[in-house]
């Protein structure tokens, strides 16, 4: 997750949303990543789907079974969805979004039982860093 957050931190400096992610594979960083929809001028381009998409480069498939991803906030419903299209067996992530995670705290897309793929999901780690980053970066900006 700290490299995670290092991502964030990179996003900030690059004045999108500070979110960061990164793809493991057996302990192995596979991708990493931080939100960018106003530099690439893409409402998809948030950390999830960047990483997903450099993960499935990187092995040269669209299915990632052994990725964890790692997310300094929890995933919103399009990256939830891109996660499972992609098969992604873990997500850890820092800090809830009460206004739009899709991992437990509005929905709870990973885990729903009528689809045909479901995410292990852990929240909460590192989650006082990850949200400081946010926090301090929206207060510099209201």
Same mark, same amino acid.
């Given at each position: 997750?700290?490299?995670? /957050? ?15 992610? /990164? ?9 990493? !990543?931080?939100?960018?929809? /106003? ?9 999830e ?7 499935? =480069? ?20 399009m ?8 098969? /992604? ?33 852990? !929240? ?16 510099? =900006?209201?």
């Open positions: 997750m700290g490299i995670a /957050i290092e991502q964030a931190r990179a996003a900030a400096a690059a004045g999108e949303v500070p979110v960061g992610a /990164i793809a493991v594979r057996a302990g192995v960083i596979v991708a990493s !990543g931080h939100n960018r929809p /106003i530099s690439e001028v893409d409402p998809t381009a948030h950390a789907i960047i990483v997903v998409r450099e993960a499935a =480069r990187a092995l040269g498939a669209y299915r990632l079974t052994e990725i964890s991803l790692y997310v300094t906030l929890e995933p919103c419903v990256c939830v969805g891109a996660m499972i299209a992609a098969r /992604i067996s873990k997500i850890v992530y820092g800090t809830r979004d009460g206004k739009a995670g899709a991992l437990g705290s509005v929905y709870d897309i990973g885990r729903d039982g009528r689809l045909n793929h479901r995410l292990e999901v852990h !929240g909460g780690v590192m989650e006082d860093e990850c949200a400081e980053i946010l926090r301090e970066f929206f207060r510099l =900006r209201r």
